[in-house]
């Protein structure tokens, strides 16, 4: 079978910077439906329309086409008596975007902590890279009318909201 749209994709993926270092892998497939739903990079998912199972993609993704890019507004120093007591480096916490809508949100990551200050970066850590995507085709199947009225794969037994 095709991949094509409203097709439930599964692949296996490794994730590269521009140096060659493999920044992250999966050891299960993933599975995303295909056709325009959000669930993986849209330069993934042309890239992959019309494979099949066992064929394989590389694909090198600017910044713009992956997770953006930085963007140094997104970093805050706020008062250290903002944070609980055992903060530090590498928690996370989901804080409002300055002069955003009352709705946006963004996960912020702490990357300083000092007696007064805290310093939080709502970038994504891959944001300002370019990445190399590898992937193979481990399943394609037509997509459930569940699935297509939900706009994700359900797994296994089915996905209860």
């Not at 270092?21 to 993986?40: A, N, R, V």
């Not at 993704?61 to 008596?81: I, T, W």
């Not at 946006?104 to 702490?110: A, K």
Request: proline residues 4%; glycine residues 12%; negative net charge.
């Amino acid at each position: 079978m095709k991949i094509l749209k409203n097709t439930v994709v599964s692949l296996r993926y490794e994730l590269f910077d521009a140096s060659g270092d493999l920044l992250e892998k999966t050891e299960d497939p993933i599975s995303y439906l295909h056709g325009g739903y959000d669930g993986i990079f849209p330069t993934v998912e042309e890239s992959l329309q019309g494979k099949s199972v066992g064929e394989k993609i590389k694909i090198t993704m600017e910044p713009d086409n992956a997770f953006g890019e930085y963007e140094h507004d997104l970093v805050r120093v706020e008062p250290r008596n903002l944070f609980p007591d055992n903060i530090a480096i590498g928690m996370q916490f989901e804080g409002g975007i300055e002069d955003g809508d009352d709705d946006d949100y963004s996960l912020y990551t702490v990357v300083e902590v000092t007696d007064t200050e805290v310093t939080v970066d709502g970038n994504h850590p891959l944001a300002g890279k370019t990445l190399d995507f590898v992937g193979v085709v481990t399943a394609v199947r037509t997509a459930t009318t569940e699935e297509l009225e939900h706009g994700h794969p359900h797994g296994e037994g089915g996905h209860h909201h």
